[in-house]
């Protein structure tokens, strides 16, 4: 799992596949836009693929069962990718971002098909992933400043964090959303 010389630098990291105590899959993101999966009991390469822009966050919608989706934010797309029984990545949904930088995505622990994301224009949008599309549930602006992460309270439904690049840490809680 060694890069060569002259590779791209590697902006993220995700674990997942951890069913159970011995299997485990890394995802590495660069500022390529390449995308890889490292199986790391077996120390091989499972898939690479290269994405428009460079990966700046990605998540496994579950971390503790095996793999079936990966959802990847960027320079200046959100992509969703489901994971084939040969660990392949196939492209389900995308969303351009023409304007925004989607620095940090993170699934509901309770609903691994919902996910939130945080933006460098300082908003917090929640995400449903659905028919082979990305559907936007809710968005609010929280800052002026891009939104470094969120994060989800993994017993209480519905409560969220999130720190910005001003020095802001601030909660929320997602509250009658609608699931179609």
């Not at 993170?106 to 917090?124: D, K, Y």
């Amino acid at each position: 799992m060694e890069e060569t010389k002259g590779s791209r630098d590697p902006w993220c990291v995700a674990f997942g596949n951890a069913w159970n105590n011995e299997e485990r899959v890394l995802a590495v993101g660069y500022d390529s836009g390449e995308i890889k999966l490292f199986d790391l009991k077996a120390m091989t390469t499972l898939s690479e693929l290269t994405i428009s822009s460079g990966v700046v966050s990605l998540e496994f919608d579950r971390q503790y069962t095996k793999l079936k989706r990966l959802t990847v934010g960027s320079l200046k797309t959100l992509e969703v990718f489901e994971i084939d029984d040969n660990n392949k990545l196939n492209s389900l949904a995308m969303e351009k971002q023409d304007d925004t930088t989607i620095w940090c995505v993170r699934h509901v622990p309770q609903a691994p098909n919902l996910f939130m994301t945080s933006t460098s224009s300082g908003a917090i949008n929640l995400y449903q992933i659905k028919n082979k599309s990305l559907k936007l549930l809710t968005s609010a602006n929280v800052t002026e400043q891009p939104v470094a992460s969120v994060d989800w309270h993994i017993n209480k439904s519905g409560l969220t964090v999130f720190t910005s690049f001003d020095g802001t840490i601030g909660m929320n809680i997602i509250t009658n959303t609608v699931i179609e």
